[in-house]
């Protein structure tokens, strides 16, 4: 299958600051691509999705100045969590497709913000 | 619109034995339905997936699937549990063939639990 590198995989970070993740599809290209936030012991939850060229289309009650998405080219798509706090804390996972049927999911990112 | 239930978030069994996992899903379009596997602070990794072909899906690692449209369900199985069986295992749906790309709609997940 297609494959979605993840960087960084984990990341400690202090309150007030950001991150930014990155999500790259090494052998495709996506137009499309999707972020996910998992909370400990729960499914994954669409945050948002990611538009090649265009504006992000974000799910509801998702703040979109908080989280924000920028999908440059059709290899990648970043995700900044701006100003974080201790609840942002959570398991981020994006995935994008070839167009096909089937997702593939980067290896996620563990952020801590402390 | 889609929604996936599974069914049992903890399901234990023992090594051989066979392996359940309950998923009932629903969707106004013809649905693409999928089984993921996740293993602790990694991404999913696809065990199989039904894309409107044939209703029975054989997937990795001796995992299958069937689509049973008149019960809406995409119930997950293994004759012989492994202890590398142990995981978190997600059923997911997409609008399909109809729209909505890669975007999946994912369950609660299901945490194998593989006993001696």
């Known amino acids: 299958g297609a494959v979605v590198s993840q960087h960084p995989s984990r990341v400690i970070c202090k309150s007030g600051t950001s991150v930014k993740i990155e999500c790259r599809s090494l052998?495709?290209?996506?137009?499309?691509m999707f972020w996910y936030r998992q909370f400990p012991k729960q499914s994954l939850m669409l945050m948002a999705t990611?538009?090649?060229?265009?504006?992000?289309?974000?799910e509801q009650g998702v703040e979109k100045d908080k989280f924000l998405i920028n999908h440059a080219s059709l290899t990648l798509s970043t995700l900044t969590v701006t100003s974080a706090h201790p609840e942002d804390s959570s398991f981020y996972i994006c995935?994008?497709?070839?167009?096909?049927?089937?997702?593939?999911f980067g290896q996620g990112t563990r952020l801590t913000v402390v | 619109a889609q929604s996936v239930t599974q069914l049992g978030s903890h399901v234990s069994v023992s090594e051989g034995a066979l392996v359940l996992l309950r998923c009932n899903y629903s969707?106004?379009?013809?649905?693409?339905l999928f089984w993921y596997v996740q293993y602790p602070n990694q991404g999913l990794q696809l065990l199989l997936k039904?894309?409107?072909?044939?209703?029975l899906v054989k997937g990795i690692n001796g995992f299958e699937a069937e689509f049973k449209k008149s019960e809406t369900s995409f119930h997950l199985t293994k004759p012989s549990a492994h202890m590398s069986d142990a995981a978190e295992y997600f059923c997911?749906?997409?609008?399909?063939?109809?729209?909505?790309?890669?975007?999946?709609?994912f369950g609660t997940g299901t945490q194998l639990k593989v006993e001696l």
């Open positions: 995935s994008g497709g070839g167009g096909g049927t089937e997702a593939f």
């Open positions: 969707s106004s379009v013809p649905p693409y």
């Open positions: 052998d495709f290209q996506a137009t499309t």
């Open positions: 039904y894309t409107s072909a044939a209703t």
């Open positions: 997911a749906v997409s609008g399909g063939a109809t729209g909505g790309g890669n975007k999946l709609t």
């Open positions: 990611s538009n090649e060229g265009s504006k992000a289309t974000y």
